[in-house]
């Protein structure tokens, strides 16, 4: 599954985009003090886009031109803006922002079995099997069972969030599927610009014509989600996929939940129970299952040493047993 190896600055790189998406958490919280849910996203993908088109024309990046293609980027924007930005926004005004990163963690779980159901090469094998189920189950020891015993707000929000991260699961393979042949740079500003046109009547018909906001830490924290945490966040995304592959890409999904939770802790002051930790440990574990990674580690471990041949046998034959491929 990792094909590719990850050199030191891949390394860094995915460490540096861990800190962002883990920082845009907080921010997300502090902006909705102010602003509503609609108006943020709107605000996030609006300025965004422009960051990123302006991106593009720098790089001189060739635009698509058949209606189709900008009829699936109105889709994709849908899919991996609209709902699980909105979702999520909305989740965090009444689960912390620490407990809604791990449940974002779940995207990468999510996406196995929707990608299993689209397409024909992306079959469920038996470690599939296992670390979707064990992730499943940290998912499940994160929400809690008090929340899957009585249904209330909070656990309204928890179900929010994780329709989000189903949401980017279907966004992925819908990228997969119709918008693979083009430029990433130029995917992601196609994207921006399809929520963009859904976000802004949407937010302008729920929520009215924005005010300006009163605190100077939203103006700050619009800015930092906006420009930081998505316009170069999925810059800095597809320089780790080109380097290192998508598959060691995933990597960074297990680095962002305890950046946000211990700014949570840190600037909100919230306090996770034990189960969201273990629950994040099991989820963790599905993830490096669905990586190979902890496999490969293991067989070379465990694997038995070569037996030394003995003296006065030919050399022309190798009489070791043979070794099992990585």
């Not at 709107?42 to 060739?62: D, K, Q, S």
């Amino acid at each position: 599954m990792t094909g590719k190896t990850i050199s030191s600055r891949a390394w860094g790189d995915i460490a540096l985009l861990g800190l962002i998406w883990g920082a845009s958490f907080l921010s997300i919280r502090v902006a909705l003090d102010e602003v509503g849910v609609f108006t943020l996203v709107a605000h996030r993908v609006g300025w965004a886009m422009l960051i990123l088109w302006v991106y593009v024309a720098l790089r001189r990046l060739p635009l698509p031109r058949a209606p189709k293609v900008w009829g699936a980027f109105l889709i994709m924007g849908l899919l991996n803006n609209v709902i699980p930005f909105s979702l999520m926004a909305w989740g965090q005004l009444h689960i912390e922002t620490g407990l809604t990163s791990i449940f974002n963690a779940a995207t990468a779980v999510f996406a196995v079995p929707v990608a299993a159901a689209c397409f024909a090469d992306e079959r469920m094998t038996l470690r599939r099997v296992a670390g979707v189920s064990v992730a499943f189950v940290g998912v499940a020891v994160a929400i809690g069972l008090d929340a899957l015993q009585q249904f209330d707000i909070r656990s309204l929000a928890q179900l929010a969030v994780l329709t989000g991260t189903l949401s980017y699961a279907c966004a992925a393979a819908w990228a997969r599927a119709k918008l693979s042949h083009l430029p990433p740079q130029v995917a992601a500003a196609g994207m921006l610009t399809g929520s963009t046109l859904i976000m802004l009547p949407l937010a302008l018909w729920l929520e009215g014509t924005p005010s300006l906001p009163h605190l100077p830490q939203t103006y700050a924290a619009i800015g930092y989600f906006a420009v930081i945490g998505t316009a170069l966040a999925y810059l800095l995304y597809y320089r780790i996929v080109q380097a290192a592959g998508s598959a060691n890409a995933m990597l960074v999904t297990l680095t962002i939940p305890p950046v946000a939770i211990g700014l949570g802790a840190l600037v909100l002051g919230e306090r996770l129970a034990p189960t969201a930790f273990l629950g994040f440990a099991l989820l963790a574990l599905g993830l490096l299952i669905l990586d190979g990674r902890l496999f490969r580690a293991l067989s070379v471990w465990t694997r038995p040493a070569p037996r030394a041949i003995p003296h006065g046998l030919s050399q022309g034959k190798d009489e070791r047993p043979h070794e099992p491929p990585l």
